[in-house]
């Protein structure tokens, strides 16, 4: 999903993937990893324009109490000196906030879990450029970022947020960090892969909201994300990476 996304740009992007050398991953073939991505260790002589960090269904679990934390700690240190601009998102984000500025994730009531209007805040940052008023993107999480918490920090700021979701981007100091806890990179089907698989598991679920035509999961999806997930991603690349990364 992030691969296309990134790919619709005119600008040529060649992707490094990074896996955790300390974590057995339980879905992924160890010898499709070895095959494909790379460690920390064998890439970090490198430089690199930017970084995407991604999600992890571990958010419920303190941070120190995920077996690879230690080595996700060494990641962030790295992208201080070695990467230009990092995109954090979902659990990546929330991490990398606490990481970066001590802010604290806190548990939902429910699952936010659907997908939701936000509104621009800052419609004049390079990140949200060519953004509607009002645009709508998916989220999955049972925990999620005070907007207190980021208003009292003054290098970051909340570009778009949701009455109903919460924050949804934040952007850091001179384009150096990108905190995103919505998941535009989602495919058209993906919330509903996830609802079936947590119906599967017995897990107690509402369905995805503003998802399916009427609510009803024996409907149609509405993908109306698409677009702005584009723009999102392209706007990131260009403004962020591209214009910004010192040719040396």
Request: net charge negative.
């Amino acid at each position: 999903q992030l691969c296309r996304l990134l790919a619709n740009t005119p600008l040529q992007v060649e992707l490094t993937l990074l896996r955790m050398d300390s974590h057995q991953s339980q879905n992924t073939d160890r010898r499709h990893l070895d095959a494909f991505y790379k460690t920390l260790a064998q890439v970090e002589s490198q430089r690199f324009d930017g970084m995407v960090l991604t999600g992890a269904p571990v958010e419920l679990m303190p941070y120190e109490s995920v077996d690879y934390w230690t080595e996700l700690k060494e990641i962030f240190e790295f992208s201080k000196s070695n990467v230009y601009s990092s995109m954090y998102i979902c659990w990546g984000a929330q991490a990398a906030l606490y990481f970066f500025y001590g802010i604290e994730k806190r548990r939902c009531a429910e699952k936010v879990f659907g997908v939701f209007e936000h509104r621009v805040t800052d419609p004049y940052d390079p990140l949200v450029r060519g953004f509607d008023d009002v645009f709508y993107a998916p989220h999955s999480r049972y925990t999620f970022i005070d907007r207190s918490d980021v208003l009292a920090q003054p290098g970051l700021r909340i570009l778009a947020e949701s009455d109903e979701a919460g924050l949804h981007i934040v952007g850091g100091k001179n384009w150096r960090q990108t905190f995103v806890f919505g998941h535009m990179e989602y495919d058209r089907d993906t919330l509903k892969f996830e609802y079936l698989r947590d119906i599967s598991k017995g897990i107690n679920i509402r369905t995805p909201r503003n998802y399916f035509l009427a609510d009803d999961p024996e409907k149609e999806i509405l993908f109306r994300w698409r677009g702005h997930a584009h723009l999102f991603f392209s706007n990131w690349l260009n403004y962020c990476v591209y214009q910004q990364t010192p040719y040396d």
